[in-house]
Nanobody, 124 residues
């Protein structure tokens, strides 16, 4: 069993930066594909970014490419989402996801494990 706990959300102004963290329990974190999703009010959950077990491959939604960066430190059981040049449309609850299989499973929103989410609000 893996538990995911997100942190780092908050209220910022357009153009600011935030770094989200997702701390995972479990000894096999380093073998898991990890990702971030978000859900804005009245909208469906959407994929944001994902990273494979080694950190050697990363994937991004077109809407965040060039502004967000996903990374991981396996020794700390933590995955990060650095968010720069934030826009009001980035406002959402951000969720961390994990899966012991391929990172593709995470990207498709089918990860076995999900966190509770952290709120990010970007004011204009």
């Amino acid at each position: 069993q893996v538990q995911l706990v997100e942190s780092g959300g908050g209220l910022v102004q357009a153009g600011d930066s935030l770094r989200l963290s997702c701390a995972a329990s479990g000894r096999t974190f380093s073998t898991y594909g990890m990702g971030w999703f978000r859900q804005a009010p009245g909208k469906e959950r959407e994929f944001v970014a994902a990273i494979n077990w080694s950190g050697g491959s990363t994937y991004y939604a077109d809407s965040v490419k060039g502004r967000f960066a996903i990374s991981r430190v396996n020794a700390k059981n933590t995955v990060y989402l650095q968010m720069n040049s934030l826009k009001p449309e980035d406002t959402a609850v951000y969720y961390c996801a994990a899966d012991p299989g391929s990172v593709r499973v995470v990207i498709d929103g089918l990860g076995d494990y999900w966190g509770q989410g952290t709120q990010v609000t970007v004011s204009s």
